[in-house]
Antibody, heavy 121, light 111 residues
Framework: EVQLVESGGGLVKPGGSLRLSCAAS????????LTWVRQAPGKGLEWVSS????????YYTNSVRGRFTISRDDAKDSFYLQMNSLRAEDTAMYYC??????????????WGQGTLVTVSS | QLVLTQSPSASASLGASVKLTCTLS???????IAWHHQQPEKSPRYLMK???????TRGDGVPDRFSGSRSGAERYLTISSLQSEDEADYYC?????????FGGGTQLTVL
């Protein structure tokens, strides 16, 4: 059974940092692309960042580029989102997901349960 | 610019069928998409993908009450024999060259 479990969320002041983790099981982690998606309170889903199996292709949405860093540790079957210079508008539930598919369509076939990040003074 | 457009809300009666629509922006009418749903207070769940030829592939454990189709730039999710647990937000999603795009979501109410 595929499982993705996020951790690391919490309350942080504007300008602060947090590191989210996603622990995976039930699939071949090292050959999988992975992603972070967030959802602000009462809003829709917003893609944040994705990383391919070799960390050669890493993508970010414009609003987080330069502040957030996605990474992976295949030895631990885990991947991460380092979030710096946090802003109030980064407040959201953050979901990790596996990215499946090919160049015709990449899609999120398994999702975690989410971890809440609140940026507030 | 790659954009997916969804109606904000839809409703249908228990046991009936409903067809949700996701419209691709100009110049992107041949893109494949995926459908996800999110029940209240739960994380999203992948339902299916709709290929550019209109064929669809459901995710693991997704009942065959859920089906997909296309017409031009429109992609559809049809849910038959509606059940109370189908009340959820439904999101379409696609992929640009280096980023994912979500539609704004459709809130489905089962009457």
């Amino acid at each position: 059974e595929v499982q993705l479990v996020e951790s690391g969320g919490g309350l942080v002041k504007p300008g602060g940092s947090l590191r989210l983790s996603c622990a995976a099981s039930g699939f071949t982690f090292s050959s999988s692309s992975l992603t972070w998606v967030r959802q602000a309170p009462g809003k829709g889903l917003e893609w944040v960042s994705s990383i391919d199996p070799t960390s050669s292709y890493i993508y970010y949405t414009n609003s987080v580029r330069g502040r957030f860093t996605i990474s992976r540790d295949d030895a631990k079957d885990s991947f991460y989102l380092q979030m710096n210079s946090l802003r109030a508008e980064d407040t959201a539930m953050y979901y990790c997901a596996r990215l499946a598919g090919s160049t015709s369509l990449y899609y999120f076939d398994y999702w975690g349960q989410g971890t809440l990040v609140t940026v507030s003074s | 610019q790659l954009v997916l457009t969804q109606s904000p809300s839809a409703s249908a009666s228990l046991g009936a069928s409903v067809k949700l629509t996701c419209t691709l922006s100009n110049g992107h009418s041949n893109y494949a998409i995926a459908w996800h749903h999110q029940q209240p207070e739960k994380s999203p769940r992948y339902l299916m993908k709709i290929n550019s030829d209109g064929s669809h592939t459901r995710g693991d454990g997704v009942p065959d009450r859920f089906s997909g189709s296309r017409s031009g730039a429109e992609r559809y999710l049809t849910i038959s024999s509606l059940q109370s647990e189908d009340e959820a937000d439904y999101y379409c999603q696609t992929w640009g060259p280096d980023h994912a795009v979500f539609g704004g979501g459709t809130q489905l109410t089962v009457l």
